[in-house]
């Protein structure tokens, strides 16, 4: 039978920040009410020649830092705009792992003996990575200005143990003592102030992580930090950037993954020690694989999941699923089969007050990914990607089956449909429409150069109106305050 190898320790786990542009993280509301803007600007001002060691720079990045919070965001702002992400090792070890798990599968032991063999080869390659892994200094990072996922824990790790350090002894005191008594400090301190600083290892839903999937091994560091007797975490892998198509490394700060709650980190990164999750309750392999892949703007956007906690849905040929956010959050999906993008008629998302619904019809059996991205309104920038679910369909819907095409207006006054939520429209009989349109003043039913209007009671217009075959009927609302009529959503009439 074929071996299931461990993963190197290498950082396969490399930013869960790939797909759609986001616009700096200065134009997004901040995880915590804590106005970083000074120190941040202080590490970014910070000179070149300051990096000759780890003394000389954090003495120059904390010295404005009024408490321990600030010296660790003065660290992790210089670190993420400072020290780029070494993809080109990234992405060669990648191929070899990728190349190591084809001839996984083609590989079949017909003895006891031939599995241990290959048991014991593939724990000498983990052991030789992690050897590897402890030959990183933060010292050769400073130097290189590069490193993968292990070289920012280790330096993040070292600096952050210098600052605390320095923030008692002061510098005299700092350089009097090395070796053993600078680690009693250090110690003497985090039980003083009740700051710590740790790495972590283990596996993160990184470059590449498929929906659902299972994993063995490591393949990612982070760091865990206590502040005020809280448990937090610090990512500056994955808060410095990510690499774009051409596999090059692009610098984009990522305010989220510093200070990250537990309760929010574990979906996607998962320690090798179940204590290292710092929840009074951990959370297994299997369950972590079963958690929803959810990304940054989720949280930054203070949303919740609905009815579909977990990250595979398993549906005959349709799916309702819902999820709750604040009235500026603007939500968009694509449905996507192996490398495709599905017509965007298969998908339908609209709010109710907190909550959305997303209904999605699928053409054919199989698997497709469910992606969905969200936008703060009158934001400027692209959506932002925040969450993934693998669906698995046991049939498949029948012909002409989907939404009305939806307008970004709909989007941006919160509009709701009660009928026909049918994107394909049966001709020759009255169809009733009935929607919710907040704002408006006049809502019509367009059909060609003929306009039905709706009555309207409130926020809410309904009536019927006969439709002719092979026609597109467009549904178009004038705002209070407006001369023109804005497209709200579009149906597809079909032949007799």
């Given at each position: 039978?074929?071996?299931?190898?461990?993963?190197?320790?290498?950082?396969?786990?490399?930013?869960c920040?790939t797909?759609?542009?986001?616009?700096?993280?200065?134009?997004?509301?901040?995880?915590?009410?804590?106005?970083?803007s000074?120190?941040?600007?202080?590490?970014?001002?910070?000179p070149?020649?300051?990096?000759?060691?780890?003394?000389?720079?954090?003495?120059?990045?904390?010295?404005?830092?009024?408490?321990?919070r600030?010296?660790?965001?003065?660290?992790?702002?210089?670190?993420?705009?400072?020290?780029?992400?070494?993809?080109?090792?990234?992405?060669?070890?990648?191929?070899?792992?990728?190349a190591?798990?084809?001839?996984?599968?083609?590989?079949?032991?017909?003895?006891p003996?031939?599995?241990?063999?290959?048991?014991?080869?593939?724990a000498?390659?983990?052991?030789?990575?992690?050897?590897?892994?402890?030959?990183?200094?933060?010292?050769?990072?400073?130097?290189?200005?590069?490193?993968?996922?292990?070289?920012?824990?280790?330096?993040?790790?070292?600096?952050?143990?210098?600052?605390?350090?320095?923030s008692v002894?002061?510098?005299?005191?700092?350089?009097?003592?090395?070796?053993?008594?600078?680690?009693?400090?250090?110690?003497?301190?985090?039980?003083?102030?009740?700051?710590?600083i740790?790495s972590?290892?283990?596996?993160?839903?990184?470059?590449?992580?498929?929906?659902?999937?299972?994993f063995?091994?490591?393949?990612h560091?982070?760091?865990?930090?206590?502040?005020?007797?809280?448990?937090?975490?610090?990512?500056?892998?994955?808060?410095?950037?990510?690499?774009?198509?051409?596999?090059?490394?692009?610098?984009?700060?990522e305010?989220y993954?510093?200070?990250t709650?537990?309760?929010?980190?574990?979906?996607?990164?998962?320690?090798?020690?179940?204590?290292?999750?710092?929840?009074?309750?951990?959370v297994?392999?299997?369950?972590?694989?079963?958690?929803?892949?959810?990304?940054?703007a989720?949280?930054?956007?203070?949303?919740?999941?609905?009815?579909?906690?977990?990250?595979i849905?398993?549906?005959?040929s349709?799916?309702?699923?819902?999820?709750?956010?604040?009235?500026?959050?603007?939500?968009?999906?694509?449905?996507?089969?192996?490398?495709?993008?599905?017509?965007?008629?298969?998908?339908?998302?609209?709010?109710?007050?907190?909550?959305?619904?997303?209904?999605?019809?699928?053409?054919?059996?199989?698997?497709?990914?469910?992606?969905?991205?969200?936008?703060?309104k009158?934001?400027?920038?692209?959506?932002?990607?925040?969450?993934?679910?693998?669906?698995?369909?046991?049939?498949?819907?029948?012909?002409?089956?989907?939404?009305p095409?939806?307008?970004?207006?709909?989007?941006?006054?919160?509009?709701?449909?009660?009928?026909?939520?049918?994107?394909?429209?049966?001709?020759?009989?009255p169809?009733?429409?009935?929607?919710?349109?907040?704002?408006?003043?006049?809502v019509?039913?367009?059909?060609g150069?003929?306009?039905?209007?709706?009555?309207?009671?409130?926020?809410?217009?309904?009536g019927?109106?006969?439709?002719?075959?092979?026609v597109?009927?467009?549904?178009?609302?004038?705002?209070?305050?407006k001369?023109?009529y804005e497209?709200?959503?579009?149906?597809?009439?079909?032949?007799n």
């Open positions: 039978m074929g071996i299931k190898q461990a993963l190197p320790v290498f950082c396969l786990a490399l930013f920040l797909g759609l542009s986001s616009s700096p993280a200065t134009a997004e509301p901040e995880h915590e009410d804590y106005d970083y000074m120190i941040d600007q202080h590490a970014l001002n910070a070149e020649d300051i990096k000759s060691s780890v003394e000389t720079l954090v003495e120059y990045l904390i010295k404005p830092a009024r408490n321990d600030e010296r660790l965001r003065a660290i992790f702002r210089w670190i993420t705009h400072n020290i780029a992400y070494d993809t080109e090792g990234f992405f060669a070890e990648l191929t070899e792992a990728e190591a798990r084809e001839e996984e599968v083609e590989t079949v032991t017909e003895t003996e031939e599995e241990q063999e290959l048991q014991t080869e593939a000498t390659s983990e052991s030789q990575a992690s050897q590897i892994s402890e030959a990183i200094t933060p010292e050769l990072v400073l130097q290189k200005g590069t490193a993968d996922c292990d070289g920012y824990a280790v330096l993040t790790e070292a600096l952050l143990s210098e600052a605390l350090l320095g002894l002061g510098p005299t005191g700092a350089e009097a003592k090395t070796g053993a008594e600078a680690q009693a400090g250090v110690e003497g301190l985090a039980s003083a102030l009740g700051t710590k740790f972590v290892k283990g596996f993160a839903k990184g470059y590449g992580y498929k929906v659902g999937r299972d063995e091994g490591t393949n560091a982070w760091n865990a930090v206590q502040l005020d007797g809280e448990w937090h975490f610090l990512d500056c892998t994955w808060g410095a950037g990510r690499p774009n198509e051409q596999n090059v490394f692009i610098r984009e700060f305010d993954y510093f200070l709650p537990p309760e929010e980190l574990v979906y996607t990164h998962f320690p090798d020690y179940p204590s290292q999750q710092h929840l009074e309750t951990p297994s392999k299997e369950g972590f694989v079963k958690l929803a892949y959810l990304w940054p989720f949280f930054k956007y203070e949303m919740r999941l609905g009815n579909h906690p977990e990250s849905i398993q549906t005959d349709t799916v309702y699923l819902t999820l709750y956010a604040r009235d500026s959050v603007l939500l968009m999906a694509d449905l996507i089969k192996g490398q495709q993008l599905l017509d965007e008629s298969y998908v339908f998302i609209q709010k109710d007050t907190t909550r959305y619904d997303i209904h999605a019809v699928f053409p054919l059996t199989g698997e497709y990914l469910l992606r969905l991205y969200a936008k703060l009158g934001r400027e920038g692209s959506y932002k990607e925040i969450l993934n679910y693998l669906v698995k369909t046991s049939a498949r819907a029948s012909q002409n089956s989907g939404f095409l939806i307008y970004e207006q709909f989007r941006l006054q919160q509009g709701f449909v009660y009928s026909p939520l049918e994107g394909f429209l049966s001709p020759g009989q169809q009733q429409f009935r929607l919710k349109v907040p704002g408006a003043r006049d019509a039913v367009v059909i150069e003929e306009w039905h209007h709706l009555e309207a009671q409130g926020d809410l217009f309904q019927e109106v006969t439709l002719e075959p092979g597109v009927a467009g549904v178009y609302a004038r705002l209070h305050g001369m023109t497209a709200l959503l579009e149906y597809t009439v079909l032949e």
